[in-house]
């Protein structure tokens, strides 16, 4: 079974231009996380989908990050504009619905904004 | 509120020596708690988890965690270290619901010497 992917791996950008992320979770999974982790820290939940639509973004900084899973499957996080502190490494998890205790990571996507 | 603790941010041990990773929690409700693994430029692997069954919980490489519920422990063992578990370890409280959230602790590093 496939896991979690996540591209690109690795981005380096300059402080105010923009950035974006995709996640394509496990088959199936209707669940859909993004998480912040920023080096030091656990990972923090930035947002939460059922298939389209949105369960909890109350940790997204919404000026500035935007998160969208059109389809129900794959899933997009932006970034506009991008500050220094947004540098962490943003993993995306899927589970097979909101109530399932287990999530399943990607490998995530660091980020480095200069 | 529901979070951990992870009382050592570094631990160092010798191969085949036991490993001890310790976590408290608090949570005002019955927690599922879970252990993470993160090895360096992989995603988080989930090693074992408690949902409120049996209080020993055996999770892959053999490990191990025991929930206290009277010392609000949930403390990650191993009896004899390998190399190939230096990582980061990441213990986790959820609370179950309609939108299950994981609320993670801040890791511990552990490093496994010759």
């Known amino acids: 079974e496939a896991g979690v992917a996540q591209s690109p791996r690795y981005k380096i950008i300059e402080k105010r231009q923009s950035v974006a992320f995709w996640c394509n979770p496990i088959?199936?999974?209707?669940?859909l996380y993004w998480y912040q982790q920023i080096l030091g820290q656990g990972p923090k939940l930035l947002i939460q989908?059922?298939?389209?639509?949105?369960?909890?973004d109350s940790q997204l900084p919404k000026d500035r990050f935007s998160a969208e899973r059109l389809k129900g499957v794959d899933s997009t996080l932006k970034i506009q504009p991008a500050k220094l502190e947004d540098s962490a490494v943003y993993l995306c998890?899927?589970?097979?619905?909101?109530?399932?205790?287990?999530?399943?990571f990607g490998p995530g996507t660091r980020l480095t904004v200069l | 509120a529901q979070s951990v603790t992870q009382l050592d941010s570094h631990v160092s041990v010798s191969e085949g020596t036991p490993v001890l990773l310790r976590c408290n929690y608090s949570?005002?409700?019955?927690?599922?708690l879970f252990w993470y693994v993160q090895h360096p430029n992989k995603g988080l692997q989930l090693l074992l988890k408690?949902?409120?069954?049996?209080?020993l919980v055996k999770g892959i490489n053999g490990f191990e965690a025991e929930f206290k519920k009277s010392e609000t422990s949930f403390h990650l063992t191993k009896p004899s270290a390998h190399m190939s578990d230096a990582a980061e370890y990441f213990c986790?409280?959820?609370?179950?619901?309609?939108?299950?959230?994981?609320?993670f602790g801040t890791g511990t590093r552990l490093q496994v010497t010759l």
């Open positions: 998890a899927s589970s097979l619905s909101p109530e399932a205790d287990t999530q399943y």
């Open positions: 088959s199936g999974h209707a669940t």
């Open positions: 989908f059922q298939n389209n639509g949105v369960v909890d």
């Open positions: 949570s005002s409700y019955s927690p599922s």
């Open positions: 408690y949902t409120s069954a049996a209080t």
């Open positions: 986790v409280v959820m609370l179950t619901g309609t939108a299950s959230k994981l609320t």
